[in-house]
């Protein structure tokens, strides 16, 4: 059965450019880009970065908002729709199948971490790190993960949380909550980098982040930067295709990608200017990746004057970091199940948040109870890591790319985007081969 429900609309394009920015920022720009950055030639990695996202990152970006914006439907219906209308088979409708089900498998494992966020929120705020060492705060953080039910608990909080906000809508939930909480995360954002100015060792962090190494530059270094402009754009879960849909004509497709990648890469790089004078300050190891965020900085945390406020900023900052990026994870599961089924609204996100939640269970428990539990070497919350990143995120933005740029009708995407001819053959250039080889290139890495 399918709903004949009226498609929502963004209210406004700063609610959208907020929206798609959010789920953009996520837990990985508060520590990986950061700390990739730092260990990979400051500002000469930024450029390369940076010219990899014009080259790879944006093309896909914008191609799945005028794919969601032409279908005006869930991933899905608008591959299969737009297929058939360009005299293409519907068989395409897997594309935006594979996007749906790897933002539903992230889901699942991304509200644990959510989870763990909202718990190092509650601690920092009451004290809990106040003068512990690093073995007391590792054999913390050991406990946590060791607690099915303290994991369960947070996990069930950050996940209601999620489904909450997609609930009240499009207007009413993913906008609005976008409009409070990036605010307020560059906020807090700018309050702990004015921190970091204080600490004696802000100097060192910039240069850190920004002095130009070129030695670094290596094959493996560049690697990074085309896996990361591909992955910190939300690229291939068919989130963009969602959010495209309910897209009006008049937004600039093109001047709106620019915006999101600018704002998502300096809010990436304002973290790094909270985080590492912080770090460098204390005497700990900014290259700790993962660790950095719940067990290196909770040291300074539990170490520095003010670390209670401090503490419990910067995790709410993660919070909200991770919660722009869940709502927008779970958008178009939920467009799908309103499209598809009988179901409205508050229904559809209450059945596939359950859904995801019990598959979050299975992912928790693998720090614990299911810990033996293995496949191919691999935990159940690694393997869905490694299925979603190595294998269906790049076939479905690759798939994306490939039917714009080559399925589409191109006289039309040319007017869509607003280009002149000569400007509209660079677009070409870009789309059907640089952008492809790109997504290939990280592909063959990561098997």
């Known amino acids: 059965m399918t709903s004949s429900h009226a ?17 953009a920022v996520g837990l990985g720009n508060i520590w990986k880009f950061p700390y990739m950055v730092g260990q990979s030639g400051g500002a000469a990695f930024v450029l390369v970065y940076l010219v990899c996202i014009a080259l790879i990152g944006l093309p896909i970006l914008v191609s799945e908002w005028l794919i969601g914006r032409r279908g005006q439907k869930n991933p899905i219906n608008t591959m299969a729709q737009l297929a058939e209308q360009n005299g293409h088979h519907r068989s395409w409708a897997l594309i935006g199948g594979i996007g749906i089900l790897g933002a539903f498998l992230i889901l699942s494992f991304y ?79 700018l309050v702990l980098v004015g921190y970091g100015t204080t600490t004696g060792s802000f100097g060192a962090a910039v240069e850190y982040l920004f002095k130009p190494d070129w030695s670094k530059l290596d094959g493996q270094v560049l690697l990074a930067a085309l896996g990361h402009a ?31 990648v600018l704002m998502d890469t300096a809010i990436a790089l304002c973290a790094g200017l909270a985080i590492f004078p912080i770090v460098i300050a204390h005497g700990l190891d900014p290259s700790a990746g993962p660790g950095l965020i719940f067990v290196t900085l909770p040291i300074a945390f539990g170490n520095m004057t003010g670390g209670i406020v401090l ?31 009988s179901l409205g609204r508050a229904g559809a996100t209450l059945v596939a948040s359950i859904t995801i939640w019990a598959l979050g269970i299975a992912a ?52 869509e985007l607003g280009l002149s001819q000569h400007e509209f053959k660079l677009w070409t250039f870009l789309s059907r081969y640089v952008a492809p080889l790109g997504v290939l290139f990280v592909f063959w890495h990561n098997i």
């Open 311 to 341: 503490g419990a900023l910067f995790f709410l900052l993660l919070t909200f970091a991770a919660l722009t990026s869940s709502i927008s994870l779970l958008e178009p599961v939920v467009e799908l199940l309103e499209e598809r089924t």
């Open 111 to 189: 509200s644990v971490i959510g989870g763990w966020a909202l718990a190092y929120m509650l601690d920092a705020a009451t004290g809990a790190f106040s003068g512990l060492d690093k073995n007391a705060i590792g054999a913390s953080f050991e406990a946590f993960l060791a607690s099915p039910g303290t994991l369960f608990g947070w996990h069930t909080a950050f996940m209601s949380l999620t489904a909450i906000v997609v609930a009240m809508g499009v207007s009413g939930g993913l906008e609005r909550g976008s409009k409070v909480m990036m605010p307020a995360l560059g906020l807090i954002l």
């Open 364 to 415: 928790l428990l693998s720090f614990n109870l299911w810990s033996g539990v293995k496949f191919a070497g691999l935990n159940i919350f690694d393997l869905l890591d490694y299925v979603t990143s190595k294998f269906m995120l790049p076939v479905a933005g690759l798939g994306a790319i490939v039917f714009a740029a080559w399925k589409l009708e191109q006289g039309s995407v040319r007017q």
């Open 230 to 260: 591909f992955f910190t754009l939300s690229l291939g879960m068919g989130i963009m295709m969602a959010y495209g849909s309910y897209l009006g004509q008049e937004v600039n497709l093109l001047r709106t990608a620019r915006t999101v």
């Open 7 to 23: 498609h929502a609309q963004w209210s406004s394009r700063m609610g959208f450019v907020l929206a798609a920015t959010g789920s």
